[in-house]
């Protein structure tokens, strides 16, 4: 099993550029998430879905827009980039609710917004 | 508000020593902490995981305490190696909130030959 891959693992973009982060997960996991993580800063959740067909926000979701159209893939999309997203991207997943199961990290995205 | 704090922000330690890291927090009404070990370049991964009732729990050389009467956490390390070179980030769960982990910023580790 690959557990939970990203693509790609470096980006570098001008500002009002657009992009789509892909995340992939093998183990059938219900819960998906993709969170940022900053210097000096817990990492924050940016969106997750429970399932397949939905979305919700988290913490951090301006800017943002994500897609769950099928059960192993989780998207976040950036429509027009900002200095200020400049961060690493982790996309997570889990079984069930993350306050029981273990969230499953992929190996991020390091993204850089000019 | 909930929050998670760690101590200290940055260690090193020789190979072969033992080191503590600490994480305090505020969250309630609490569920679970977890450690996880995050290296360079990588996703974090799980070490433990603790409830109300546990105050401690170890997997190999790592060796986690919970004082949930004080929201106090540690993460002991025994015999340390190279390979715990690593930044060992603190989550706390809200048992009112079913997404909502709060991540610690950290506590890089460097283990020196």
């Known amino acids: 099993n690959a557990g939970v891959t990203q693509t790609p693992k470096f980006r570098v973009l001008k500002t009002g550029q657009s992009m789509t982060l892909l995340c992939a997960q093998d183990m059938n996991h219900e819960y998906m998430y993709w969170y940022r993580q900053d210097p000096g800063m817990g990492l924050r959740l940016i969106h997750y879905?429970?399932?397949?067909?939905?979305?919700a926000k988290g913490e951090v979701p301006d800017g943002y827009n994500v897609s769950r159209l099928k059960k192993q893939n989780f998207l976040l999309g950036l429509e027009s980039a900002a200095p200020s997203q400049t961060s690493v991207y982790f996309c997570?997943?889990?079984?069930?609710?993350?306050?029981?199961?273990?969230?499953?990290f992929g190996p991020g995205t390091r993204l850089t917004v000019l | 508000k909930n929050q998670v704090e760690q101590s200290p922000q940055s260690l090193i330690i020789l190979e072969g020593k033992n080191c503590t890291l600490q994480?305090?927090?505020?969250?309630?009404?609490?569920?679970?902490l977890r450690w996880y070990k995050q290296d360079t370049g990588r996703g974090p991964v799980s070490l433990t995981i603790?409830?109300?009732?546990?105050n401690t729990k170890s997997n190999g050389r790592y060796t986690a305490t919970l004082d949930a009467d004080t929201k106090q956490s540690s993460l002991h390390i025994t015999a340390s190696q190279l390979s715990d070179s690593a930044s060992y980030i603190c989550?706390?769960?809200?048992?009112?909130?079913?997404?909502?982990?709060?991540f610690g910023s950290g506590t890089r580790l460097l283990v020196r030959p």
């Open positions: 879905s429970v399932g397949e067909g939905t979305t």
């Open positions: 994480c305090n927090y505020t969250v309630s009404p609490f569920s679970n």
């Open positions: 989550v706390v769960s809200a048992k009112d909130s079913s997404y909502k982990l709060i």
């Open positions: 997570a997943s889990s079984w069930g609710d993350p306050r029981a199961d273990t969230q499953y």
């Open positions: 603790m409830t109300f009732s546990e």
